[in-house]
DNA sequence: GGCAGCCGCGCG
DNA sequence: AAAGCGCGCGGCTGCC
């Protein structure tokens, strides 16, 4: 036993008699009661004394020890410290000078350094270390132990930076998406679990000022306090309400998808502007065209505008027809409805100009103005888990909305020597609704590795398989993704019309319904059992058992539980990609998740290894929360140059 | 000038 | 009789 240990022993002993943290905080989160009335004084927020005899931890009551000594770091980290309690840690980032006037300084470890790492262990005490002074190495002790913070893969992120590995950490965010999903903030779960009014004024003040103010210091210890008091709140309703199995996943995920944040993705700009010029020369062409229809005096940008010109120069047959907007009385200007009236002269051109028009908005000098002047590559933000459903969101900029057109898509590139690597899974909402309804006859035909399209296709026309022509097997295609939404007749009609190009009347579309429901029985009585049991209970459970409130039973509780188990197999796979990764020791980064896709940038002499350990890992995935499930065809990979080429 | 709601559209 | 799920984001519009 080394000298560490034995200090550590000694805190430990010392910690365990009276400094456990208390566990009665009131709660309205998982309990049956109405919240209480918030008390008088719970706002009341004392100053810090630095040297002051902790007195009985009481609401928000802790003094803050401030350090700006390495040898005093060390020290603290080694002797106050228990290895195996969970330390609340926070860190408060600065701005690098030179991108000071930057969107994502502060936020971008690549931008930013750390000013502060804030550490609680006990409800009197919280230190507060100034990192340019301590640096980074004498809290090893605290930074390899467990550790909890709130929204963690931001701490995670800046210690990457920095060359710290922390592969595992609880997040207090994280812990409360498994509870009741989506995202929240500090303040407001602080409001929720402890309520109590806590101000974040100090968090955009300026940490690269020299003297950081006592408010400042005090702000930034009050937030590693809160996580730590919050941690077994959380971590106790977790078990109770046996949510640890959705929770796990996603705090496994959260270094895989911290790497994938930090690598970013390669982005070629000299292509992007070549091909934005292309549409811009387009989009101009279609503005004159259209100017010319309806005057000088319509905002073309301005769907209300254009309204009320069509309202005033249309046949009123035509506008009788017209769809409207589902507020309000204006003319619906989308793709649907205008393609309905390309035959009136007047209206024509609106369809191109809106389509370029879209393109050069949502993709043009936007996109390139998310690269990052230090990396030249984009670093979108993922929301772990943030869908109702507990699927990835992507934000700023939002990769899961690429057009499809391989020009776009071949702008992600892979940089010299590299490759860019794409797998999906193959119809995996299917086979998840297939496995959650029992549907036999559908599992049959995923064990045999039939097609389940073609399959569907042959019910509906009444026919053996083998003699679906291809034009049946594509009608059967929005049949199949319709029930899955609970689609109606009507709906089922347009979406096939939209989406597939498939002309199918509403009658045509009721009998395909009918037909589904004949051939595969279980999914009909599994769909009536949710949303009978949604109608009473409002919620349906997911295959990791994530709860999600519904409020449309008839179309959500048949969507949620398939959306939100897919989402499960997604997050299962990139632990698992991370996990062989690791393992491998090739050369291969994580660039975007898009849902039911995975695309990997890897050196170009590890490409065809890389694709049997990515095949693996995600069928593995799957394995992971569907033990059951059929694995023939599940996935399909490609290599090439881009991510375009690749797919 | 900031904010929220609406509309519309890209993706799965 | 009704019944198309989940996102992020941009522009417009009306309001404070």
Known sequence: MNKLELLLKKVRNRNTESRR?????????????????????????????????????TEMEFTVKYITDSEEAAAIAETEFDSELSIGVDIETMKMSQYKSHSRAGLSPHLSRIRLLQACQTLDKVYVFDIPKTGLEPLMPILTGPMVAHNARF?????????????????????????RGGTINLKDLTKQLLDLDISKEEQASDWSLTELSSSQIQYAARDAWLVFRLYPILKSKLEEQQKMKVYELLREAQFPVMKMEYNGCHFDASTHWLLMDRI???????????????????????????????KKVLDPKILKKWPRTEKGDDLCLD????????????VEPLVRYKRFQTLVQNFGSKLLSDINPVTGRIHPEYGLGAAKTGRFTCSKPNLQQIPHEKEFRDLFSAPNGRKILVADYSQIELRVLAMLAKELTMLEAYRNGEDLHRLTAASMAGIPPDDVSGEQRRAAKPVNFGIIF?????????????????????????????AFFEKYPAVEAW????????????????????????????TQSRNYPVQGSAGEVMLAAIIELDREIAASGLDIKMVNIIHDEIVLEVAATDAEQAKDLLERAMINGMLRVFPEAHTTGLVEAGVGDTWGEAK
Request: aromatic share 4%.
């Open 486 to 514: 609970g689609m109606g007749s009507q709906g089922l009609s347009n979406h096939a019309r939209d989406k597939y190009n498939v002309v199918m009347t509403p009658r045509e579309a009721k009998k395909n319904i009918q």
């Open 335 to 346: 793709k649907r409805a205008v393609q309905k009236f390309t035959h009136v002269e007047v």
């Open 21 to 57: 943290p208390h566990l009665e905080a009131a709660s309205n989160l998982g309990s049956a009661t109405k919240g209480t009335t918030p008390r008088q004084n719970d706002t009341i927020v004392r100053p810090a004394q630095s040297c002051a005899e902790p007195a009985a931890p």
């Open 155 to 179: 701490e995670m992120s800046h210690l990457y930076h920095s060359g710290i590995e922390i592969s595992q950490i609880d997040c207090t965010m994280l812990m409360y998406n498994a509870l």
């Open 527 to 554: 769909g009536n059992n949710n949303k009978k049991s949604a109608a009473v209970y409002r919620f349906v459970e997911t295959k990791m058992g994530r709860k999600i409130r519904v409020d449309k039973p008839h």
């Open 280 to 310: 811009k020369e387009d989009l101009e062409a279609a503005k004159i065209r259209l100017k010319a229809a309806v005057g000088p005096n319509v905002s073309l940008t301005s769907n209300k505008q254009l309204s009320d010109h069509y």
